[in-house]
């Protein structure tokens, strides 16, 4: 007898659906086909287990089960689910008329619970595109796959509860999410507040300049300074994603598998690997590939503490996706592609000692320490980097004082409005949406400058022996402070405060 169930495999962030047919014969044997890996293989001894302990049973004839397409390659215990209820509806065990109107994936314990999936978002996405009526998987899964509206999403517990729900009609759960709930929740709110941090007003208005055109920043100052602090409140003042955003982030972090009784992922992404993670972690890949530390971070924030501490090797892997916005991994049968549409922000020390240009310490490095420090970072990265700002110690009558800051939300104002024109200004075209993704075209476009404001960089250009690249990251920031300022075109100001932002050109930190 022959019987097909519906499963979904993962590429990248889009989802594939597998057929998987069943047929029992006369003769003994169990045969797997389809191009399936070892965890998969493994499954017909966790499945055989799973039923008997729930009075069913794996029959002793010809069992031949093919994964289709065969020549895609599916990987993972997900589909223990899937081939269970295949064996027992083709073996008579149990009457599924609906089987093939769903998309049912989930891993088998031997006790017949179910164990979460990796995935569970795109694989919902691919079964409403293709028209299935529901989608059956551990209850652990269900809020984050119940965001896809049109489509019957059911969490389950034990696979007893599925095989009565196809063989006598017992009704499951189905699990609703209130997408506009989730979706508003917290968000005036933020974690990690800018009132938090006393003076650095400096600082403060460099991240919110960064955070308004979405420029890579670094912060260069000694230890203490506050470097990390700012950094981790940078997220608390970028607009507030959009559903489509909300959506994207959502699902790389669900094909990695770290949604659990989430749902949808409404703030920015906030990731800080540390100094001793390699390249495939941070880029992604492996054998079967998977997203990384920049995907991660998509739509959000990448913090690298300390980033002379990394290998060299690990930071120029970042170059191509700061410029492309995604990653491409290519291996012998297949490519997949992970957006990386984040906000870089780096952290270091002045120096080994680092307290270099502090006036209240005693330089400890010779000037050969300093170029091998800061030649760990290379040119052309730092060139990705659109603003370098030094941030100094706080002083003690700022830390005791009393009165607060500016809040988060108040410079979140001020920013959101600065995209908003951004938004009006690049609208209609697909890949630039903010200042920071604009190419030599739009910055000849929107970056006029009169003959003042020419001649005040031109000179900067000449004395700081500045490359193209950092020209053009100049003119992309004084594009977002005029933004800052409602102001139709950069004037002498804007294109002043941002040369100040490039510390790293200056003479004395390279050489």
């Known amino acids: 007898m022959l019987s097909k169930v519906y499963g979904s495999a993962v590429f990248g962030v889009e989802a594939t659906t597998i057929a998987v047919e069943v047929n029992v014969d006369r003769g003994i044997g169990y045969h797997l086909v389809g191009l399936p890996d070892n965890a998969i293989r493994e499954s017909n ?51 599924a008329e609906e089987l093939e109107r769903f998309i049912i994936m989930g891993e088998v314990s031997l006790d017949g619970s179910l164990q979460p999936i990796k995935g569970a978002l795109p694989i919902a996405l691919k079964a409403k595109e293709e028209g299935f009526k529901g989608f059956i998987l551990p209850k652990v899964n269900s809020r984050e796959a119940a965001i896809v509206e049109g489509l019957e999403v059911f969490g389950v517990e034990k696979m007893v509860e599925v095989i009565a729900y196809f063989d006598k009609g017992v009704p499951l759960e189905q699990t609703h ?49 506050g470097k990390t602090m ?35 992922i409404c703030q920015r992404p906030f990731r800080s690997p540390h100094h ?114 030094e941030v100094t110690p706080v002083p003690f009558e700022k830390l005791s004082e009393d009165r607060k800051g500016e809040g988060s939300i108040a410079i979140r104002k001020r920013v959101t409005e600065a995209r908003e024109i951004q938004t009006e200004r690049f609208d209609g075209l697909e890949t630039v949406h903010y200042n920071a993704q604009m190419n030599t075209k739009q910055i000849r476009e929107h970056c006029s400058l009169d003959s003042a404001s020419l001649s005040l960089l031109k000179s900067a250009m000449e004395r700081l022996n500045l490359s193209a690249r950092a020209y053009d990251r100049i003119l992309k920031v004084a594009r977002t402070i ?9 004037i002498g100001h804007h294109i002043g405060e941002a040369i100040q932002y490039r510390s790293l050109d200056r003479e004395g930190w390279l050489g």
């Open 45 to 95: 001894f966790r499945i055989a287990a799973a039923l008997l302990n729930n009075g069913y049973k794996i029959p002793g004839k010809k069992i031949t089960i093919n994964m289709a397409p065969a020549d895609l390659r599916k990987e993972g215990s997900a589909y223990d689910l899937t081939l269970a209820l295949g064996i027992l509806s083709a073996s008579g065990q149990i009457v």
């Open 177 to 225: 999410v209130d997408i506009s709930a989730a979706f508003y929740k917290n968000l005036e709110f933020p974690e990690h507040d800018f009132s938090d941090v006393k003076g650095q007003e400096s600082i403060k208005r460099c991240m919110e300049i960064a955070a308004a055109g979405g420029h890579n920043i670094i912060l260069i100052g000694p230890p203490g300074a």
């Open 230 to 264: 700012l950094a981790k409140r940078l997220p608390s003042i970028l607009p507030p994603m959009t559903l489509q955003e909300a959506l994207e982030t959502t699902k790389i972090h669900s094909v990695v598998g770290k949604i659990k009784n989430m749902g949808l």
């Open 276 to 389: 001793t993670i390699s390249d495939v972690a941070l880029v992604g890949g492996g054998a079967y590939p998977q997203p990384g530390e920049i995907s991660l971070s998509h739509n959000g924030v990448l913090f690298l503490d300390e980033l002379p501490e990394f290998k060299r090797g690990v930071l120029e892997v970042m170059r191509q996706p700061l410029e492309d916005r995604e990653v491409t991994i290519s291996r012998a049968r297949f490519t997949v592609t992970y957006p990386s549409s984040f906000m870089l922000v780096a952290s270091m020390n002045p120096s080994p000692s680092g307290y270099f240009n502090d006036p209240d310490a005693p330089v400890t490095s010779s000037p050969m320490e300093m170029q091998r420090y800061l030649g760990k970072i290379s040119g052309p990265l730092l060139d990705r980097i659109d603003i370098h700002i």
């Open 482 to 490: 005029a933004d800052l300022e409602a102001a139709k075109n950069i």
